[in-house]
């Protein structure tokens, strides 16, 4: 029997952030994975507005559905469940598409399973279509706009564990923060990795945040983006103030340097302090290429095997959260109750609500 | 026969029929749990009927006005539930139903309805009574303001008997619902009525640091 005929039919929806994600996968197959963005109506505010993505969800919904379907050549009473994001996110967000795979789940008659976001970025490299599947233990290192967590992966349905995060803004955040800075549009990182070319990354030395030998025993494993935004803009009012031309393209380098090392560092800490030889990346900021290549190079020298899943399954979708929940039903979970709600800050550990 | 869902104030699903009437109507008067409390509400309101999803002719959608949050989870529900259902989906301007359930209960005469709007507003629409089919007559609104602000507001508020509902049913949605369909008037418009932008502001630029 071929792979893509064997485990269950899920049909999964994530409404976390900005992105409508409506996903189908078949066991470990990805059929069909629909992202609508409201990503251009918060560009000219630089930054996510949460009213404004939960808005854009409804209107998404329902035309997301049907290109997932038509997508994946299938038809609803075909599904075996359906799978929902109910956190970690945006409140008012989640709960939209909480609302709609509940009256879907109860139209259908088909089990509905709550599934943890930043669960569903690890099970995205679940989602192989050259039949392997994913091995575990791992380390993940998720990092977005709107989160930036480093996992310590077991199992992926019962054990996951949270070693790090950030305590302050996501890694994306900064990103879009300097881009404003430099006077460059939203989304920042495709920006910063636009004008970083052709920069010296070692140009400026910006600080590292949470890596000092005194923050280590407290935060090994966790991040703080907040001090090197402000550093990056003191160094550029300087020059400004100076008269001086601000050197973009080494600002820009200089900065993802330091965003990138410091990510990489305590997740490659992470992998040998514990022993593990994976890490896998998850979250729109692998579409950073200076994230990639660091992990490239730094994987390779620590002999870490590195996974890097496709950038349509990094980035917020619906097909991981449904690759979690096939998961769950191939191993006999059953449902999630019909009466859960959305959990801002569900933590790792709950991986089904 | 209609599913109608509607949480422009609490959660109210039902399931009503031209004929028959109310088959069942589940109500959750909390205005901070339609998440939670959505599909069960529906679930219930279906068991309850004693009907088939099938037996279904179409879903009702209250479209508000409401506080934006717990609005459009009803809204998103009645949606998935038309799609999952291969059902047309029926909008109807919220207040419409509270007017509809006054002056089906032998009422006359011009009514306001007011709902809250949460952050010291009201939302509020004026009617008429109703035409020659029973159906309400709204000849202002719906609207948002502030209490103080509503006898302005309103043209002629002084004639108006003031309805301030607590609760939206979504009996009186379907049943509405049904009655525009019956006499083929128009539905509301598919977006929802938030009556109020998103709260956001343009930054005008990075702030100094230094
Ligand atoms: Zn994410």
């Known amino acids: 029997m071929s792979r893509a005929t064997t485990g269950p039919l899920v049909l999964g929806i994530e409404t976390s952030c900005d992105e409508t994600g409506i996903g189908i996968v078949r ?7 629909v992202i609508a963005s409201s990503m251009d109506e918060h560009a000219r505010y630089g930054g996510v507005v949460p009213e404004i993505a939960a808005r854009a969800h409804v209107e998404a919904l329902t035309p997301a559905l049907t290109a997932a379907l038509a997508e994946a050549k299938v038809t609803l009473v075909e599904l075996d469940a359906i799978a929902v994001t109910s956190g970690p996110g945006l409140s008012g967000a989640l709960m939209v598409g909480i609302g709609a795979a509940k009256a879907l789940s109860v139209a259908l008659d088909k089990p509905l399973y709550a599934i943890n976001h930043l669960v569903g970025h690890v099970g995205a490299d679940a989602l192989r279509d050259d039949g392997t599947d994913i091995e575990l233990p791992t380390i993940a290192l998720l ?5 930036t967590s480093l996992l310590h992966v077991r199992d992926l349905i019962s054990d996951v564990e949270l070693l790090g995060e950030t305590i302050d803004d996501a890694a994306g955040e900064a990103f879009d923060k300097v881009a404003r800075l430099l006077g460059l549009p939203y989304p ?4 910063i990795d636009r004008v970083a070319l052709g920069g010296d990354p070692k140009a400026i030395r910006f600080p590292r945040g949470l890596s000092q030998p005194k923050d280590m025993a407290k935060h090994r494993y966790d991040f703080s983006f907040s001090g090197l935004k402000t550093a990056v803009a003191r160094w550029v009012e300087q020059k400004q103030d100076a008269g001086e031309q601000v050197p973009v393209a080494d600002v820009a380098a200089s900065f993802r340097e330091a ?10 800490a992470a992998c040998s302090d514990l022993g593990v030889p994976r890490l896998l990346l998850g979250g729109g900021v692998v579409a950073n290429a200076r994230v990639r290549e660091v992990a490239v190079e730094r994987c390779a020298a620590a002999g870490i095997e590195l996974r890097i899943p496709p950038l349509s399954l990094c980035t917020d979708n619906g097909a991981m959260i449904a690759a979690i929940a096939a998961r769950l039903i191939a191993a006999g979970h059953g449902p999630s109750s019909l009466s859960f709600g959305a959990d801002s800050t569900l933590p790792v550990t709950i991986i089904q609500a | 026969m209609l599913l109608a869902i509607d949480t422009s104030a609490g959660t109210s699903v039902a399931v009503v029929d031209r004929d028959r009437g109310i088959l069942s109507e589940v109500t959750e008067s909390d205005t901070r749990r339609h998440a939670e409390v959505i599909g069960e509400a529906i679930l219930f309101a279906i068991e309850r009927s004693g009907i088939a999803v099938d037996m279904l002719s179409g879903v009702t959608a209250g479209m508000g006005p409401g506080p934006f949050t717990g ?5 998103a529900a009645a949606q998935a539930f038309a799609f999952g259902a291969s059902k047309p989906l029926l909008r109807v301007v919220s207040h419409d139903a509270v007017a509809w359930g006054h002056y089906a209960a032998g009422h006359v005469g011009p009514v306001l309805v007011v709902t809250d709007a949460r952050r010291r507003e009201i939302y509020f629409s004026a009617y008429s009574g109703v035409d020659s089919v029973g159906l309400p007559i709204r000849l202002q609104g719906p609207g948002l303001c502030r209490p103080a602000d509503l006898c302005e507001q309103v043209d002629g508020y002084s004639r108006y008997e003031r309805i301030d509902a607590a609760e939206v049913s979504a009996a009186s949605a379907g049943l509405l619902a049904e009655g525009l369909f019956l006499h083929q008037r128009a539905f509301a418009a598919p977006e929802a ?8 502001t343009v930054s005008a630029g990075p702030k100094r640091v230094s």
């Not at chain 1, 066991?27 to 994975?33: E, F, V, Y």
């Not at chain 1, 920042?188 to 920006?191: E, F, K, R």
């Not at chain 2, 009525?193 to 956001?200: E, K, M, S, T």
């Open chain 1, 27 to 33: 066991g470990t197959t990805l059929l069909a994975n």
């Open chain 1, 143 to 147: 990092v977005s706009g709107g989160h």
């Open chain 1, 188 to 191: 920042g990182g495709p920006q």
């Open chain 1, 259 to 268: 965003v990138t090392d410091v990510l990489l560092t305590k997740a490659i």
């Open chain 2, 71 to 75: 609005l459009r989870v009803g809204i």
């Open chain 2, 193 to 200: 009525l938030y009556l109020r932008a998103p709260d956001v």
